[in-house]
Protein backbone atom coordinates (compact mmCIF):
# COMPACT_ATOMS: atom_id res chain seq x y z
CA UNK A 1 0.00 0.00 0.00
CA UNK A 2 0.82 3.71 -0.92
CA UNK A 3 2.30 5.29 2.40
CA UNK A 4 0.81 8.79 3.19
CA UNK A 5 3.48 11.72 3.81
CA UNK A 6 1.52 14.21 6.21
CA UNK A 7 3.68 17.41 7.57
CA UNK A 8 2.48 19.45 10.59
CA UNK A 9 3.92 23.55 10.66
CA UNK A 10 5.15 25.68 13.22
CA UNK A 11 1.62 27.11 12.92
CA UNK A 12 0.38 23.63 14.58
CA UNK A 13 2.71 23.77 17.26
CA UNK A 14 2.01 26.96 19.05
CA UNK A 15 0.20 25.86 22.21
CA UNK A 16 -0.05 23.08 23.96
CA UNK A 17 -3.82 22.27 22.70
CA UNK A 18 -2.03 22.21 19.46
CA UNK A 19 -0.19 18.57 20.31
CA UNK A 20 -3.38 17.09 21.75
CA UNK A 21 -4.57 17.90 18.05
CA UNK A 22 -1.51 16.29 16.10
CA UNK A 23 -2.54 13.21 18.46
CA UNK A 24 -5.46 13.26 17.37
CA UNK A 25 -4.71 13.84 13.37
CA UNK A 26 -2.40 10.70 13.48
CA UNK A 27 -4.54 7.95 15.38
CA UNK A 28 -7.12 8.68 12.71
CA UNK A 29 -4.16 7.76 10.53
CA UNK A 30 -2.95 4.57 8.87
CA UNK A 31 -0.07 2.89 10.90
CA UNK A 32 2.50 3.12 7.77
CA UNK A 33 2.93 7.08 7.29
CA UNK A 34 5.53 9.57 7.01
CA UNK A 35 5.51 12.45 9.32
CA UNK A 36 7.10 15.56 8.61
CA UNK A 37 7.55 18.24 11.42
CA UNK A 38 8.62 21.88 11.83
CA UNK A 39 10.05 23.58 14.44
CA UNK A 40 7.85 25.24 17.43
CA UNK A 41 6.69 28.17 16.52
CA UNK A 42 9.06 31.01 16.94
CA UNK A 43 11.83 28.82 17.43
CA UNK A 44 13.79 29.26 14.31
CA UNK A 45 13.69 33.20 14.56
CA UNK A 46 14.95 32.96 18.19
CA UNK A 47 17.90 30.62 16.45
CA UNK A 48 18.13 33.37 13.94
CA UNK A 49 18.46 36.02 16.76
CA UNK A 50 20.73 33.61 18.97
CA UNK A 51 23.31 33.38 15.98
CA UNK A 52 23.71 37.41 15.27
CA UNK A 53 23.99 37.82 18.77
CA UNK A 54 26.17 34.96 20.10
CA UNK A 55 29.20 36.48 18.17
CA UNK A 56 29.04 39.23 21.10
CA UNK A 57 27.20 38.18 23.62
CA UNK A 58 27.88 34.45 25.34
CA UNK A 59 24.80 35.22 27.40
CA UNK A 60 22.57 34.49 24.85
CA UNK A 61 23.39 31.35 24.70
CA UNK A 62 22.53 30.09 28.22
CA UNK A 63 18.97 32.06 27.40
CA UNK A 64 18.15 29.91 24.40
CA UNK A 65 19.19 26.66 26.08
CA UNK A 66 17.04 27.67 28.75
CA UNK A 67 14.30 28.47 26.90
CA UNK A 68 14.11 25.75 24.22
CA UNK A 69 14.56 23.41 27.22
CA UNK A 70 11.66 25.01 28.92
CA UNK A 71 9.02 25.01 25.82
CA UNK A 72 9.66 21.44 24.92
CA UNK A 73 10.35 19.96 28.68
CA UNK A 74 6.86 21.44 29.23
CA UNK A 75 5.05 19.15 26.15
CA UNK A 76 6.96 16.61 27.18
CA UNK A 77 5.77 16.73 30.98
CA UNK A 78 1.70 17.39 29.82
CA UNK A 79 1.65 14.74 27.33
CA UNK A 80 4.11 11.59 28.51
CA UNK A 81 2.46 10.00 31.75
CA UNK A 82 5.17 7.26 33.26
CA UNK A 83 7.60 8.53 35.13
CA UNK A 84 10.36 6.15 33.12
CA UNK A 85 9.43 7.33 30.06
CA UNK A 86 9.64 11.42 31.20
CA UNK A 87 13.01 11.07 32.53
CA UNK A 88 14.40 8.72 29.18
CA UNK A 89 12.90 11.86 27.20
CA UNK A 90 14.12 14.82 29.70
CA UNK A 91 17.75 13.51 29.01
CA UNK A 92 17.80 13.01 25.54
CA UNK A 93 15.90 16.41 24.77
CA UNK A 94 18.56 17.80 27.24
CA UNK A 95 21.54 15.95 24.89
CA UNK A 96 20.14 17.59 21.95
CA UNK A 97 20.52 21.07 23.43
CA UNK A 98 23.58 20.72 25.03
CA UNK A 99 25.06 19.70 21.19
CA UNK A 100 23.21 23.05 19.81
CA UNK A 101 24.70 24.92 22.70
CA UNK A 102 28.39 23.41 21.41
CA UNK A 103 27.63 25.28 18.16
CA UNK A 104 26.89 28.27 19.15
CA UNK A 105 29.76 28.43 21.47
CA UNK A 106 31.80 27.39 18.43
CA UNK A 107 29.81 30.74 16.89
CA UNK A 108 30.90 32.84 19.85
CA UNK A 109 34.45 31.91 20.28
CA UNK A 110 34.87 32.71 16.20
CA UNK A 111 33.31 35.49 16.15
CA UNK A 112 31.19 34.82 13.19
CA UNK A 113 28.79 31.96 12.23
CA UNK A 114 30.04 30.37 8.84
CA UNK A 115 27.26 29.10 6.65
CA UNK A 116 27.77 25.28 7.51
CA UNK A 117 27.38 26.23 11.31
CA UNK A 118 24.16 28.48 10.57
CA UNK A 119 22.62 26.02 8.79
CA UNK A 120 23.40 23.21 11.30
CA UNK A 121 22.20 25.64 13.99
CA UNK A 122 18.95 26.33 12.77
CA UNK A 123 18.23 22.24 12.10
CA UNK A 124 18.22 21.94 15.66
CA UNK A 125 14.44 23.46 16.18
CA UNK A 126 13.47 20.81 13.97
CA UNK A 127 15.50 18.12 15.08
CA UNK A 128 14.12 19.15 19.02
CA UNK A 129 10.51 19.10 17.59
CA UNK A 130 10.83 15.39 15.89
CA UNK A 131 12.27 14.12 19.07
CA UNK A 132 9.51 15.62 20.98
CA UNK A 133 6.71 14.03 18.94
CA UNK A 134 8.57 11.05 18.39
CA UNK A 135 8.64 10.49 22.16
CA UNK A 136 5.41 11.75 22.75
CA UNK A 137 3.29 9.14 20.45
CA UNK A 138 5.80 6.26 21.38
CA UNK A 139 4.61 7.11 24.88
CA UNK A 140 0.98 6.72 24.33
CA UNK A 141 1.07 3.57 22.37
CA UNK A 142 1.35 5.35 18.67
CA UNK A 143 4.57 3.65 17.79
CA UNK A 144 7.10 5.63 15.47
CA UNK A 145 10.82 5.88 14.92
CA UNK A 146 12.33 9.24 14.09
CA UNK A 147 15.02 9.18 11.59
CA UNK A 148 16.86 12.39 10.21
CA UNK A 149 17.49 13.62 6.69
CA UNK A 150 21.17 12.38 6.93
CA UNK A 151 19.97 8.82 7.97
CA UNK A 152 17.67 8.64 5.31
CA UNK A 153 20.31 10.20 2.81
CA UNK A 154 18.03 13.23 1.81
CA UNK A 155 20.61 14.32 -0.34
CA UNK A 156 20.60 18.08 -1.66
CA UNK A 157 22.64 20.15 -4.48
CA UNK A 158 24.61 21.55 -1.51
CA UNK A 159 23.62 25.20 -1.18
CA UNK A 160 23.52 26.35 2.14
CA UNK A 161 20.26 28.49 3.14
CA UNK A 162 18.17 27.38 0.01
CA UNK A 163 18.93 24.18 -1.02
CA UNK A 164 17.09 21.52 -3.25
CA UNK A 165 16.50 18.26 -2.83
CA UNK A 166 18.58 16.00 -5.49
CA UNK A 167 16.12 13.47 -6.78
CA UNK A 168 18.25 11.32 -8.70
CA UNK A 169 20.52 10.61 -5.27
CA UNK A 170 17.57 11.11 -2.88
CA UNK A 171 14.55 8.66 -4.25
CA UNK A 172 16.89 5.48 -4.33
CA UNK A 173 17.86 6.22 -0.37
CA UNK A 174 14.72 7.11 0.60
CA UNK A 175 12.42 4.52 -0.96
CA UNK A 176 15.29 2.47 0.54
CA UNK A 177 14.92 3.47 4.05
CA UNK A 178 11.24 4.56 4.37
CA UNK A 179 9.96 0.65 3.05
CA UNK A 180 8.60 -0.49 6.48
CA UNK A 181 5.39 -0.75 7.88
CA UNK A 182 6.30 1.73 10.94
CA UNK A 183 5.12 5.05 11.22
CA UNK A 184 8.49 7.26 10.64
CA UNK A 185 9.07 10.91 12.04
CA UNK A 186 11.32 12.68 9.59
CA UNK A 187 12.13 16.49 10.97
CA UNK A 188 11.64 19.03 7.49
CA UNK A 189 13.50 22.08 6.82
CA UNK A 190 16.81 20.83 5.85
CA UNK A 191 19.06 18.04 3.68
CA UNK A 192 22.60 16.91 3.64
CA UNK A 193 24.73 18.03 0.94
CA UNK A 194 26.89 15.43 -0.79
CA UNK A 195 29.66 16.31 1.53
CA UNK A 196 27.32 15.58 4.59
CA UNK A 197 26.78 18.91 5.36
CA UNK A 198 23.54 20.13 6.71
CA UNK A 199 21.67 22.56 4.02
CA UNK A 200 18.60 24.26 4.94
CA UNK A 201 15.72 24.27 2.57
CA UNK A 202 14.93 27.82 2.64
CA UNK A 203 12.24 29.73 5.32
CA UNK A 204 9.07 27.62 5.55
CA UNK A 205 11.34 24.60 4.03
CA UNK A 206 9.57 21.97 5.65
CA UNK A 207 6.48 21.82 3.30
CA UNK A 208 9.42 21.30 0.62
CA UNK A 209 10.49 18.19 2.92
CA UNK A 210 7.29 16.55 2.57
CA UNK A 211 6.88 16.99 -0.71
CA UNK A 212 10.23 15.93 -1.28
CA UNK A 213 10.01 12.71 0.88
CA UNK A 214 6.61 12.25 -0.96
CA UNK A 215 7.95 12.38 -4.51
CA UNK A 216 11.11 10.09 -3.64
CA UNK A 217 8.60 7.11 -2.16
CA UNK A 218 5.94 7.67 -4.58
CA UNK A 219 3.17 8.35 -1.86
CA UNK A 220 -0.55 8.61 -2.40
CA UNK A 221 -0.64 11.75 -1.34
CA UNK A 222 1.13 14.91 1.05
CA UNK A 223 -1.10 16.06 3.50
CA UNK A 224 0.13 19.61 4.70
CA UNK A 225 -1.78 20.64 8.21
CA UNK A 226 -2.26 24.48 8.45
CA UNK A 227 -4.40 26.84 10.25
CA UNK A 228 -6.02 28.11 8.12
CA UNK A 229 -8.67 27.36 5.31
CA UNK A 230 -6.84 26.22 2.55
CA UNK A 231 -6.15 28.51 -0.56
CA UNK A 232 -8.62 31.17 -0.43
CA UNK A 233 -10.40 33.23 -3.26
CA UNK A 234 -8.33 36.26 -1.55
CA UNK A 235 -6.84 37.16 2.14
CA UNK A 236 -9.44 37.17 4.66
CA UNK A 237 -8.16 40.27 6.18
CA UNK A 238 -8.97 42.08 3.08
CA UNK A 239 -12.25 40.89 1.76
CA UNK A 240 -15.36 40.06 4.01
CA UNK A 241 -16.37 36.42 2.57
CA UNK A 242 -13.34 34.44 1.05
CA UNK A 243 -14.45 31.36 -0.01
CA UNK A 244 -11.85 28.16 0.21
CA UNK A 245 -10.98 26.83 -3.05
CA UNK A 246 -11.22 23.04 -2.98
CA UNK A 247 -9.71 22.56 -6.27
CA UNK A 248 -6.44 23.64 -8.14
CA UNK A 249 -4.02 22.79 -10.78
CA UNK A 250 -0.48 22.63 -9.35
CA UNK A 251 0.19 25.56 -12.15
CA UNK A 252 -2.73 27.68 -10.37
CA UNK A 253 -1.22 26.70 -7.22
CA UNK A 254 2.39 27.79 -8.10
CA UNK A 255 1.45 30.80 -9.79
CA UNK A 256 -0.99 31.84 -6.59
CA UNK A 257 1.94 31.19 -4.70
CA UNK A 258 4.88 33.36 -7.19
CA UNK A 259 2.51 36.06 -6.87
CA UNK A 260 2.31 36.23 -3.02
CA UNK A 261 -0.26 34.11 -1.76
CA UNK A 262 2.10 32.83 1.40
CA UNK A 263 0.23 29.94 2.18
CA UNK A 264 2.82 26.96 0.83
CA UNK A 265 6.86 27.25 0.53
CA UNK A 266 7.02 27.95 -3.35
CA UNK A 267 8.65 24.80 -4.44
CA UNK A 268 6.27 23.13 -2.61
CA UNK A 269 4.96 21.23 -5.91
CA UNK A 270 7.70 20.80 -7.85
CA UNK A 271 8.40 17.26 -6.70
CA UNK A 272 4.65 16.30 -7.13
CA UNK A 273 3.81 17.55 -10.26
CA UNK A 274 5.23 15.16 -12.62
CA UNK A 275 4.63 12.26 -10.56
CA UNK A 276 1.06 13.34 -10.30
CA UNK A 277 0.94 12.85 -6.63
CA UNK A 278 -1.69 14.81 -4.90
CA UNK A 279 -0.76 17.88 -2.63
CA UNK A 280 -3.75 18.11 0.14
CA UNK A 281 -4.19 20.73 2.53
CA UNK A 282 -5.96 20.56 5.85
CA UNK A 283 -6.76 23.25 8.74
CA UNK A 284 -6.05 21.61 12.02
CA UNK A 285 -8.18 24.33 14.11
CA UNK A 286 -11.17 22.94 12.89
CA UNK A 287 -10.57 19.66 13.12
CA UNK A 288 -13.49 17.64 13.65
CA UNK A 289 -12.11 14.26 13.22
CA UNK A 290 -13.37 13.26 9.36
CA UNK A 291 -10.12 15.05 7.86
CA UNK A 292 -11.98 16.32 4.84
CA UNK A 293 -9.20 18.52 2.97
CA UNK A 294 -10.16 21.75 2.08
CA UNK A 295 -7.89 22.68 -0.82
CA UNK A 296 -6.54 19.62 -3.18
CA UNK A 297 -4.08 20.48 -5.65
CA UNK A 298 -3.88 18.02 -8.44
CA UNK A 299 -3.75 18.12 -12.57
CA UNK A 300 -7.08 17.94 -12.37
CA UNK A 301 -8.39 20.67 -14.68
CA UNK A 302 -11.21 22.39 -13.58
CA UNK A 303 -12.05 25.30 -15.29
CA UNK A 304 -14.82 27.23 -13.21
CA UNK A 305 -17.54 29.42 -15.22
CA UNK A 306 -15.91 32.70 -14.88
CA UNK A 307 -12.80 31.56 -14.65
CA UNK A 308 -10.94 33.07 -11.40
CA UNK A 309 -10.20 31.10 -8.62
CA UNK A 310 -8.39 33.84 -6.37
CA UNK A 311 -7.63 37.12 -6.60
CA UNK A 312 -3.50 37.48 -4.34
CA UNK A 313 -1.11 40.36 -4.07
CA UNK A 314 2.52 40.84 -3.61
CA UNK A 315 4.28 44.05 -2.05
CA UNK A 316 7.51 42.41 -2.61
CA UNK A 317 8.19 44.00 -6.23
CA UNK A 318 9.56 46.35 -7.87
CA UNK A 319 10.05 47.72 -11.04
CA UNK A 320 13.46 49.09 -12.79
CA UNK A 321 12.24 51.01 -15.71
CA UNK A 322 14.52 52.05 -18.61
CA UNK A 323 13.19 54.75 -20.70
CA UNK A 324 14.24 56.25 -23.77
CA UNK A 325 13.24 56.73 -27.74
CA UNK A 326 13.50 53.27 -29.12
CA UNK A 327 14.35 51.28 -26.50
CA UNK A 328 12.15 48.54 -27.29
CA UNK A 329 13.47 48.09 -31.00
CA UNK A 330 17.21 48.82 -30.68
CA UNK A 331 19.07 45.32 -30.72
CA UNK A 332 21.01 44.32 -27.58
CA UNK A 333 19.41 46.66 -24.82
CA UNK A 334 18.08 44.04 -23.65
CA UNK A 335 20.53 41.38 -23.30
CA UNK A 336 22.89 43.67 -22.10
CA UNK A 337 20.61 44.74 -19.05
CA UNK A 338 19.78 41.34 -18.44
CA UNK A 339 23.59 40.07 -18.67
CA UNK A 340 24.51 42.76 -16.30
CA UNK A 341 21.92 41.54 -13.60
CA UNK A 342 22.44 38.00 -14.30
CA UNK A 343 26.01 38.71 -13.09
CA UNK A 344 25.18 40.40 -10.24
CA UNK A 345 23.13 37.67 -9.02
CA UNK A 346 19.60 39.48 -9.46
CA UNK A 347 16.96 37.54 -10.45
CA UNK A 348 14.68 39.07 -12.73
CA UNK A 349 10.24 38.42 -12.14
CA UNK A 350 9.77 39.30 -15.41
CA UNK A 351 9.55 41.90 -18.07
CA UNK A 352 7.16 44.22 -20.05
CA UNK A 353 8.37 45.84 -22.91
CA UNK A 354 7.02 48.69 -25.40
CA UNK A 355 8.88 50.79 -27.93
CA UNK A 356 10.05 53.50 -25.32
CA UNK A 357 9.92 51.91 -22.05
CA UNK A 358 11.63 48.41 -20.56
CA UNK A 359 9.98 47.51 -17.23
CA UNK A 360 12.09 44.92 -15.39
CA UNK A 361 10.15 43.56 -12.11
CA UNK A 362 12.24 42.45 -9.37
CA UNK A 363 12.04 41.43 -5.92
CA UNK A 364 11.93 44.80 -4.12
CA UNK A 365 15.08 44.28 -2.07
CA UNK A 366 16.70 43.83 -5.38
CA UNK A 367 15.99 46.92 -6.55
CA UNK A 368 18.67 49.95 -5.58
CA UNK A 369 21.38 47.03 -6.31
CA UNK A 370 19.83 46.68 -9.95
CA UNK A 371 19.14 50.58 -10.06
CA UNK A 372 23.08 50.97 -9.99
CA UNK A 373 24.14 48.07 -11.47
CA UNK A 374 22.11 49.85 -14.79
CA UNK A 375 22.86 52.93 -14.14
CA UNK A 376 26.65 52.38 -14.32
CA UNK A 377 26.35 50.78 -17.56
CA UNK A 378 25.42 54.40 -19.10
CA UNK A 379 23.43 52.75 -21.96
CA UNK A 380 23.61 55.44 -24.75
CA UNK A 381 19.97 54.96 -25.75
CA UNK A 382 18.37 54.93 -22.48
CA UNK A 383 17.44 57.95 -21.67
CA UNK A 384 16.25 57.50 -18.00
CA UNK A 385 16.54 54.95 -15.60
CA UNK A 386 13.99 55.32 -12.61
CA UNK A 387 12.62 52.68 -9.72
CA UNK A 388 9.58 52.36 -8.76
CA UNK A 389 8.62 51.44 -5.03
CA UNK A 390 5.77 51.38 -3.30
CA UNK A 391 3.83 49.26 -5.70
CA UNK A 392 2.07 46.04 -5.52
CA UNK A 393 1.32 43.29 -8.06
CA UNK A 394 -2.05 41.72 -8.38
CA UNK A 395 -2.83 38.74 -9.42
CA UNK A 396 -5.49 37.23 -10.87
CA UNK A 397 -5.62 33.16 -11.29
CA UNK A 398 -7.73 30.57 -12.56
CA UNK A 399 -7.35 27.98 -15.75
CA UNK A 400 -8.99 29.02 -19.14
CA UNK A 401 -7.57 32.50 -18.40
CA UNK A 402 -6.76 32.61 -21.93
CA UNK A 403 -9.48 30.66 -23.57
CA UNK A 404 -12.69 32.15 -22.34
CA UNK A 405 -13.46 36.35 -23.54
CA UNK A 406 -14.58 38.84 -21.41
CA UNK A 407 -12.15 37.66 -18.11
CA UNK A 408 -10.20 40.77 -18.65
CA UNK A 409 -12.64 43.16 -19.14
CA UNK A 410 -14.39 42.06 -16.31
CA UNK A 411 -10.90 42.64 -13.94
CA UNK A 412 -10.66 45.73 -15.23
CA UNK A 413 -13.61 47.08 -15.78
CA UNK A 414 -14.02 46.50 -11.84
CA UNK A 415 -10.87 47.87 -10.83
CA UNK A 416 -11.90 51.21 -13.21
CA UNK A 417 -15.22 51.60 -11.42
CA UNK A 418 -12.92 51.94 -8.54
CA UNK A 419 -10.68 54.70 -10.20
CA UNK A 420 -7.72 52.74 -9.51
CA UNK A 421 -4.56 53.65 -11.78
CA UNK A 422 -3.03 50.71 -13.16
CA UNK A 423 0.63 51.05 -13.90
CA UNK A 424 1.39 47.96 -15.81
CA UNK A 425 -0.82 45.26 -17.10
CA UNK A 426 0.52 41.75 -18.51
CA UNK A 427 -1.89 39.06 -19.70
CA UNK A 428 -1.45 35.91 -21.65
CA UNK A 429 2.63 35.35 -20.48
CA UNK A 430 0.62 32.65 -18.79
CA UNK A 431 -2.71 30.67 -19.13
CA UNK A 432 -3.52 30.57 -16.02
CA UNK A 433 -2.54 34.30 -14.28
CA UNK A 434 -2.98 37.61 -15.59
CA UNK A 435 -1.40 40.15 -13.05
CA UNK A 436 -1.18 44.16 -12.97
CA UNK A 437 0.56 46.92 -11.27
CA UNK A 438 -0.85 49.55 -8.90
CA UNK A 439 0.35 52.13 -6.25
CA UNK A 440 0.33 50.31 -3.16
CA UNK A 441 -2.41 52.60 -1.19
CA UNK A 442 -5.08 50.99 -4.22
CA UNK A 443 -4.48 47.58 -3.13
CA UNK A 444 -7.15 46.68 -0.80
CA UNK A 445 -9.68 48.42 -3.03
CA UNK A 446 -8.52 46.83 -6.14
CA UNK A 447 -8.99 42.80 -4.63
CA UNK A 448 -11.92 43.92 -2.91
CA UNK A 449 -13.88 45.10 -6.53
CA UNK A 450 -11.79 41.66 -8.32
CA UNK A 451 -13.19 39.57 -5.41
CA UNK A 452 -16.55 41.50 -5.37
CA UNK A 453 -16.95 40.95 -9.25
CA UNK A 454 -16.36 37.56 -9.60
CA UNK A 455 -17.50 36.26 -6.01
CA UNK A 456 -20.26 38.50 -5.26
N1 LIG B 1 11.14 26.13 10.91
C1 LIG B 1 11.46 26.57 9.60
C2 LIG B 1 11.02 28.00 9.40
O1 LIG B 1 10.45 28.59 10.30
C3 LIG B 1 10.90 25.67 8.54
C4 LIG B 1 9.41 25.57 8.51
O2 LIG B 1 8.73 26.03 9.41
O3 LIG B 1 8.89 25.01 7.55
O4 LIG B 1 11.28 28.56 8.38
MG1 LIG C 1 7.10 27.49 9.69
Not at 10 to 31: F, H, M, P, W, Y
Request: hydrophobic share 40%; with cysteine; charged share 25%.
Amino acid sequence: MKKIVIKFGGSNLRTKEDVARIIKVISGCQTAVVIVISALYGVTDALLKTIRQAPGDREVIRRIKRSLMAAHLRIATLYIDKPEHKKTVVKKIKDRVNTLEKYLLGIHYLGEAPDFVRDLVLSYGERLSSLLLTSILNSRGLTCEEVLPEQLGLVTNGEYGNAEVDFAAAEKNLKEYLSGPKRYIVPGFYGISPNCRVTLLGRGGSDYSAAAIGRCIGAASVDLWKDVDGFMSADPGIVKNPVSINSLTYREAAELSYFGAQILHPRTFEPLMDKKIPLRLFNIKNFSGKGEPLTIINNKLVIKEDVVKSVTFSDDFGILKLTGPGVGIKPGIMAKVTTRLHEGNINIKSIITAQTSINILLAREDLPKSYRLVKEMGLPTVEQVSDLDHISLIAVVGEGMLDRPGIAARVFGAVSRHKVNILIISAGASSVATYFIIERKDREKTIRSIHEEFFG
